[in-house]
């Protein structure tokens, strides 16, 4: 190790190298929410002991056993309150959740109210796949209006959640990037792990097996150009559009020293 | 300490300070809100009252990972919420202790009244195979005592471990004298942050999960079903009352009804479990002694079928129901049943 060793390969010292490869599907873009985290780790110098990484159920929630740190496999939407209490318990800890769309918003989401209400400085990243993709492919909290999934055979007649109206007047941190926008991904959990109070990044990812076949993209580079071709990047926002990923502004931006 | 007049519910905040609780995390929930509400101004305790009580136990547990000895306190409906957790606590082997202060069920039942319509839960709730450790006290000074004694069975089990209450004994007011000289066991294993430990609700070998592996499985379960018997033996707590005059029937009873149960001490021997489970040996030894055994309880006989199974024949059952405990009632009960 030490000098000679560039920085793409250094943030691996944050992953159990061993246990590769992911129990993920070819194409899916889990792994690259889970390297850019480990980038993200990696340039803020996060410690290996002191950072505590929490997931609940479904794909992304195994990324948890991944870190090469302590780490918390919990039970379906208890990832955030149990990461709570570890908060809680020891403020010095760096605390991390990383779950997916279904499990945060879904089956945890009464958890992820009233945590950004009580703004628990703990980051929380989510795989935001649209899909339950674990079990198949049924519909998420965030899949579009009139997409047909395996238990929206119509196709889907309700309103995905846009959780960024979650975050509108509280003073937690919330971010909306794409797996294509890699160094956008990287700025944005970087961003969250320095804020002081509750932030969160939603990932857009693709699972292409359970989902994007079904909606006909030809491979998981279609559904990459396609984020690449749908999102414009807007940093600062009041709010984000549905085409549109970047940090939200919000009354956090009033106090720098937040940023430190 | 001098002695003070205490109700059951401040004499469990009292004794977890004692033990060394430094995290507790509730819901409110009549009868068990006074927990809540004397612990908020223990200022060594990082309370918080959370949105339900299936976050309440996840932030026990999460503190208790992060090295913090926590506990959370209920009543039945939020029992239910928490099972789930409670088999990610057995599996992960979290250290915390659960307070269960009974009210009569099902569902929203009525819920100043006590029942101990809970006691398959302890043991079945969640789902799958657990071995959870069980205190149930009988008085103020009980309490005290046995939230202590729960605090060291779980440090020393590594395992969630449940103090019952009921409605009567958590609002009885009794005069104690709070001991605190008890020994008191801490936790040997680092908290989180200071390794590359992944503590996981899967089925797991050291850190490891294995998902289709049945022999790890097997010695899984085999290894946390006996750590549980090995620490029960060394909480082994009961009262066992012979009765004076010949009698060829032993009265079992626990918790708030135990307490009318010494009214008939010249007419049966008594025994009263405070280890719920495991069921150990000595139960079976005492009853086997006995022709007749009556199991009393605030329920239609969900102790009564865990000892059919240990002993392996029929006892009587004898239902208090509905929250009334009435002596003349439960003369006439017996009365009844001891002629049969």
């Known amino acids: 190790m ?24 070819p194409g899916c873009g889990n792994g690259i929410v889970l390297k850019t985290i480990c980038q993200a780790f990696y340039e803020i110098n996060f410690p290996l002991q002191g950072t505590v990484v929490i997931s609940g159920i479904g794909c992304a929630g195994r990324s948890a056993g991944f870190f090469n740190l302590d780490s918390v496999h919990t039970t379906h939407g208890r990832a955030v309150p149990v990461a ?19 499990d945060l918003m879904g089956i945890g989401g009464n958890h992820l109210l009233h945590a950004i209400r009580r703004n628990t400085n703990i980051t929380v990243i989510c795989f935001a796949n649209e899909i339950y993709g674990m079990t198949g492919g049924q519909v998420s909290p965030i899949t579009p209006k009139g997409v047909k999934t395996l238990t929206t055979p119509e196709g889907n007649p309700d309103n995905p959640i846009d959780i960024q109206h979650l975050f509108v007047g509280n003073k937690s941190f919330f971010a909306r990037t794409s797996a294509y926008h890699l160094s956008h991904m990287k700025k944005c959990i ?21 989902y994007g076949r079904r909606l006909g993209y030809k491979n998981s580079n279609a559904m990459l150009n396609h984020y690449k071709e749908t999102y414009k990047i807007n940093d600062n926002a009041e709010e984000l559009a549905p085409n549109e990923i970047g940090i939200l502004k919000g009354n956090f931006q009033a106090d720098e020293q937040l940023y430190q | 300490m001098s002695k003070q007049l205490l109700q059951g519910n401040q004499a469990i905040a009292l004794a ?56 959370t306190a ?31 069920g ?35 000074a009980e309490l005290y005592t046995h939230t202590i004694t729960a605090f060291n069975a779980a440090e020393e089990s590594l395992s969630p471990v449940i103090l019952l209450s009921d409605a009567f004994i958590s609002h009885l007011y009794e005069t104690i004298t709070p001991q605190s000289d008890f020994p008191i066991k801490n936790r040997e294993r680092p908290p989180l942050g200071s390794g590359s430990r992944h503590f996981t609700g899967l089925s797991h ?6 998902t289709s592996d049945a022999d790890n499985y097997r010695k899984l379960i085999t290894r946390l079903r006996e750590k549980q018997l090995i620490t029960a033996q060394q909480y082994n707590y009961y009262e066992y ?51 007749k055994i009556i199991v009393m309880e605030m329920n239609t006989g969900q102790y009564a079928g865990e000892i059919e199974r240990i002993l392996h024949r029929e006892v009587t059952l004898l239902p208090v129901l509905g929250g009334r405990i009435s002596l003349e009632e439960i003369k006439n009960a017996l009365s009844g049943v001891v002629t049969k």
Not at chain 1, 191 to 202: D, I, K, M, P, R
Not at chain 2, 30 to 46: G, H, Y
Not at chain 2, 262 to 271: A, C, D, G, I, V
């Open chain 1, 2 to 25: 030490g000098n000679n060793v560039t920085k793409d390969v250094q943030f691996k010292r944050y992953l159990k190298l061993e246990l590769l490869p992911t129990p993920w599907c």
């Open chain 1, 84 to 102: 709570e209490g570890i908060k809680y318990a020891n403020e010095k800890l760096n605390v991390v959740v990383v779950s997916g769309d279904g």
């Open chain 1, 190 to 210: 970087i961003a969250a792990l320095q804020f002081n109070g509750f932030s969160f990044v939603e990932a857009r990812t693709m699972c292409i097996v359970n």
């Open chain 2, 16 to 71: 977890a300070e004692v033990a060394g609780m430094a995290f507790f995390s509730g819901y409110p929930i009549t009868p068990a809100s006074e927990i809540i509400n004397d612990l908020v101004n223990r200022k060594q305790i990082k309370v918080l009252q959370m949105e339900d009580e299936i976050s309440s136990i996840a932030t026990v547990i999460g503190a208790s990972l992060a090295g913090l000895k926590a506990m």
């Open chain 2, 74 to 104: 209920t009543s039945g409906p939020g029992f239910s919420l928490m099972q789930e957790n409670i088999g990610l606590a057995h599996m992960m082997e979290v250290p915390l202790v659960i307070v269960n202060v009974q009210r009569v």
């Open chain 2, 106 to 140: 099902p569902s929203t039942g009525m819920p100043t009244l006590p029942a101990q319509g809970d006691i398959i839960q302890c043991i079945h709730g969640s789902h799958g195979d657990y071995f959870p450790i069980v205190f149930y006290p009988n008085s103020v």
């Open chain 2, 205 to 210: 070998d050291n850190s490891l999960p294995k």
């Open chain 2, 241 to 291: 009352r012979e009765c004076r005059n010949e009698t060829d029937t032993l009265l079992i009873s626990y918790g708030a009804l135990s307490r009318i149960a010494y009214y008939f001490k010249n007419e049966f021997s008594l025994f009263r479990p405070i280890l719920m489970f495991p069921i150990l040996g000595d139960l079976k030894r005492i009853a086997l002694q006995y022709k």
